[in-house]
C-alpha cells in the first residue's frame, strides 16, 4: 500500500513570535537544528513506501516550498495553493479530492509540517500500523502516548489502555485542552492520549466522510479544485468558490462526528513546538537548564532560554533564572518562561499599535532570493540582496526613486534599458528614476549586492513590472 503524504503548511503561528510570523511561520525556520521543521517533515515522509508528498500553502509561501523541498531533494507530487486559509478541513477535503482524481484507491498521511518526531522509524511503524485499519474504511488518528499533564494539547480518550504492541485500538472521543488537574487525572488515569492532528485514510473514506457530516463544504471545495489553474507548477485553487467554504479544523467537522475511527498509539518522542518552553526543554538544556542558540551567552543563570537570530546581535544573560530572551533584528522577546503560551498576547498587542514587527519578518523572501531593509529614512533606504543561482528579478521601473547597486559576493547581470552588463564585486551601477532595470544572477554561487534608494518615496509598492518569470503581478 503505497502512501501519499500531504503536508499542510499555511499556518502562521504567534507562540514563537519573533521568529515565526504571518509572513514567514515557524515551520520554515531552523528552530532545532540545521534544517526548518518542514524540511524535516518533507523528509520523514519520503522514501519507500511514500509516494511523493502533496504540499497544501498559501500564496505567499508557494516558492519556500519549492525552495526548501529542492535543498533536500525531494519532488513535490502537487503543490496546491490555497487563496486564503480555511483551517485544516477544507485543506484536507481539497487533498482528497486531488488525490481522487489521480488514483480512486488513493491512501493519504495527512501531516502538519511544524512537528518534531526525531524517531523516524518508530513512526514509520506506526503507520504501517494503520494500515490493517485504512484497509477496513476506518479514518485513522495518531495518539501521543503523553508524558506529563499538558494543558496546551487536546486529547484522543481511547476505549482501552494501550498495550506494548504498536497497533490500532478504538477510539472513544476527542477531548479539548483541559486544565491542569483534569490534564492531571487523564494522565494518571492512562487511556488518554495527545492529540497530534496527524490522520492516516483512503481518500475516498474521507470524501464520504463529509458527505456524512459536513455536506455543505464538498461542492465548494470540489469547485474549487476543478477550476483550479496551473501556474509555474502550481495548482492554483479558485478563489471563488473556496472562499465559501467553512473555516473549520478537520476534528471538529468531521472526525469527532465520526463512528469509523481509529487510534495508532505513538510512544516516541514528538513535539509540536507550540511554545519556546517547548523549543527550549527540546534543545537539550545543560546542567543548570540553559540553553543558548546563536550569538548568546548565560552568566550565572538557571532555567533560562537566550537565543539570537540575528548576527549582529548579542543576548547577554546575567543572574537570571526561568527566564526566555529572544532576539531578533527587528524585535525581542523577554518572558518567564511560564508565560510561554502567552506570547501571543504579544503579538496582538503590537497589532493594536500597528506596529510591522507583529506580523513581518526582517528578512522578505522572494521566489529569487530574499532582501532586508539595514536603514530606512525619511527619503532613503539601504537593503541588502541576496539572489540565488541562476535566479533573476522582473525587468521593472519605479516612479519615485532612483538606485545604486554594489555587487559584494558574486557577479550580477545588470539591464538597465537598453545596456545588459556584468557587474563584479566592489563594482557598482546606478538605475535613474523611471529606468527600464532588471538584476540577474548569471553564477553558480549566491550573489549579494548592497541597494541605496533615494527618492520621494521607497515602499514596496512603487514598482512597474514588465516581465517577470514567475508571473507576479
Given amino acids: 500500500m503505497k502512501v501519499t503524504p500531504v ?16 509572513s514567514y511561520p515557524k515551520q520554515f525556520s531552523k528552530i532545532v537544528g540545521d534544517t526548518s521543521l518542514f524540511q524535516r517533515s518533507a523528509g520523514r515522509l519520503a ?13 505567499d509561501f508557494r516558492f519556500i516550498v519549492t525552495e526548501q523541498l529542492a535543498a533536500q531533494g525531494i519532488d513535490p507530487g502537487a503543490i496546491l495553493i490555497e487563496p ?12 482528497a479530492l486531488y488525490a481522487l482524481n489521480e488514483d480512486p484507491e488513493a491512501v493519504l498521511l495527512v501531516a502538519p509540517s511544524d512537528h518534531l518526531i526525531p524517531d523516524e522509524a518508530a513512526f514509520h511503524a506506526a503507520v504501517e500500523a494503520g494500515k490493517s485499519a485504512v484497509e477496513q474504511g476506518k479514518l485513522v488518528t495518531f495518539g501521543i502516548t503523553p508524558t506529563h499533564a499538558e494543558t496546551a494539547y487536546g486529547y484522543l480518550e481511547v476505549a482501552e489502555k494501550p498495550g506494548d504492541a504498536v497497533a490500532p485500538i478504538p477510539l472513544s472521543r476527542f477531548v479539548e485542552k483541559p486544565d491542569l488537574a483534569t490534564a492531571t487525572r487523564m494522565l494518571e488515569q492512562g487511556t488518554f492520549l495527545w492529540n497530534a492532528g496527524i490522520f492516516l485514510f483512503r481518500a475516498k473514506d474521507m470524501l464520504a466522510a463529509f458527505e456524512a457530516h459536513a455536506p455543505e463544504m464538498v461542492a465548494p471545495v470540489r469547485d474549487a479544485v476543478q477550476q483550479g489553474k496551473p ?23 468531521v472526525m469527532e462526528r465520526s463512528d469509523n475511527l481509529a487510534v495508532v498509539p505513538f510512544t516516541g518522542h514528538w513535539s509540536d513546538l507550540g511554545g519556546w518552553d517547548a523549543v527550549w526543554r527540546e534543545a537539550a538544556p545543560d546542567a543548570r537548564g540553559v540553553v543558548t542558540t546563536g550569538e548568546a551567552t548565560a552568566i550565572d ?10 548576527d549582529r546581535l548579542e543576548v547577554v544573560g546575567i543572574g537570571l533564572k526561568n527566564v526566555m530572551a529572544i532576539a531578533m533584528n527587528d524585535a525581542v522577546l523577554v518572558a518567564d518562561i511560564s508565560r510561554a503560551q502567552d506570547v501571543k498576547l504579544a503579538v496582538s498587542a503590537l497589532k493594536q499599535k500597528k506596529a510591522p514587527q507583529a506580523t513581518e519578518f526582517p528578512k522578505d523572501h522572494r521566489p529569487w532570493g530574499w532582501f532586508e531593509s539595514l536603514v530606512v529614512g525619511d527619503r532613503f533606504q539601504v537593503k541588502r540582496i541576496l539572489v540565488h543561482p541562476g535566479a533573476a528579478l522582473s525587468l521593472q521601473s519605479h516612479f519615485h526613486r532612483s538606485e ?11 539591464t538597465i534599458n537598453d545596456e545588459v552588463k556584468l557587474v563584479t564585486e566592489n563594482e557598482s551601477v546606478y538605475i535613474p528614476v523611471g529606468s527600464k532595470h532588471r538584476m540577474e544572477n548569471p553564477g553558480k ?23 517577470d518569470v ?3 503581478q
Fill in 7 to 22: 503536508i499542510l503548511c499555511g499556518g502562521s503561528g504567534t507562540r514563537l513570535w519573533p521568529l515565526s510570523r504571518k
Fill in 47 to 59: 522514501g519507500a513506501g511514500f509516494a511523493a508528498p502533496v504540499v497544501v500553502t498559501g500564496s
Fill in 84 to 95: 486564503e486559509g480555511r483551517n485544516t478541513a477544507p485543506a484536507v477535503l481539497a487533498a
Fill in 231 to 253: 501556474d509555474l507548477g502550481f495548482l492554483r485553487l479558485a478563489p471563488e468558490p473556496w472562499c465559501q467554504a467553512e473555516d473549520i479544523s478537520i476534528d471538529y467537522a
Fill in 301 to 310: 543563570c538557571d532555567d533560562t532560554l537566550l537565543r539570537s537570530d540575528s
Fill in 404 to 414: 545604486h547597486w554594489i555587487v559584494v559576493e558574486g557577479t550580477a547581470r545588470v
Fill in 445 to 467: 554561487v549566491p550573489m549579494v549586492l548592497i541597494e541605496v534608494q533615494t527618492g520621494t518615496y521607497v515602499g514596496e509598492d512603487d514598482i512597474v513590472r514588465y516581465e
Fill in 470 to 472: 514567475y508571473a507576479r
